[in-house]
């Protein structure tokens, strides 16, 4: 069965902090995987990595994939309260067509 | 920018009644989904839409049913709503890309929150 999982579940950190996201997989003829921000209710896109150990970066936030190990990781440095979300990993698939499959995601606390 | 527009934020229904969950899209995407999202579960796909008057079933769609009529508005519908089907629902759309159907960049409503009492 394919599956997204994503640890930590939450985690709380201080402003300034330096926090990892986890998102291994298990998927048949994986094709992609993206991180999307929520915040109130509406998910925002964040990265799409297809190749394994590239780094894609946008401002202090940044993710790789490693296509050998099934995981990814989303890095975000010197956190800000407006950071305070949750994180979500969707895994695409050639099997799938249109569909993605989402982890639980991971709520992230920035507290000033 | 991409606007999914979901026409209510929260709904309060009673059991055994008939839920229409309506959402509109204004950039010509061919796709369109419906997941809800529970505390733990993540988001699960009910339907999808590769174009109009198609639908596809998605992982959970037992007790729910899709209508597209046009191509920018793809409309859940719950036949006879229960307590278990209390959910934030997730409407979203994406351009298929090149020659596959794909699902990448899906831009996402802000979310229904249904409550079946």
């Known amino acids: 069965e394919d599956k997204v999982v994503q640890s930590p579940l939450s985690l709380v950190v201080h402003e300034g902090d330096t926090v990892t996201l986890n998102c291994s997989y298990e998927?048949?003829?994986?094709?992609?995987l993206l991180w999307y921000k929520q915040e109130k209710k509406a998910p925002t896109f964040l990265f799409m990595l297809t190749s394994s150990g590239i780094e894609k970066k946008s401002g202090r936030l940044s993710s790789i994939l490693d296509k050998k190990e099934l995981f990814s990781i989303l890095n975000i440095t010197a956190t800000q309260t407006g950071d305070s979300a949750v994180y979500l990993c969707a895994v695409g698939s050639m099997e799938y067509g249109n569909k993605l499959v989402f982890g639980a995601g991971t709520i992230l606390r920035v507290k000033s | 920018d991409v606007k999914v527009t979901q026409s209510s934020r929260y709904l309060v229904k009673r059991t055994g009644e008939k839920v229409f969950l309506e959402c509109v899209q204004d950039m010509d995407h061919e796709n369109m989904f419906w997941y809800r999202q529970d505390p733990g579960l993540g988001l699960r796909l009910i339907y999808f839409?590769?174009?109009?008057?198609?639908?596809e079933k998605g992982d959970i769609p037992e007790g729910y049913s899709v209508s597209r009529e046009k191509k920018e508005r793809f409309s859940l519908i719950l036949e006879s709503a229960s307590t278990n089907q209390t959910s934030m629902y997730l409407c979203?759309?994406?351009?298929?890309?090149?020659?596959?159907?794909?699902?990448?960049?899906?831009?996402f409503g802000s979310g229904t929150q249904l409550s079946v009492l």
């Open positions: 839409s590769y174009d109009v008057k198609m639908k």
């Open positions: 998927v048949t003829n994986f094709r992609s």
């Open positions: 979203a759309s994406s351009r298929p890309q090149g020659g596959y159907t794909t699902n990448e960049k899906l831009f």
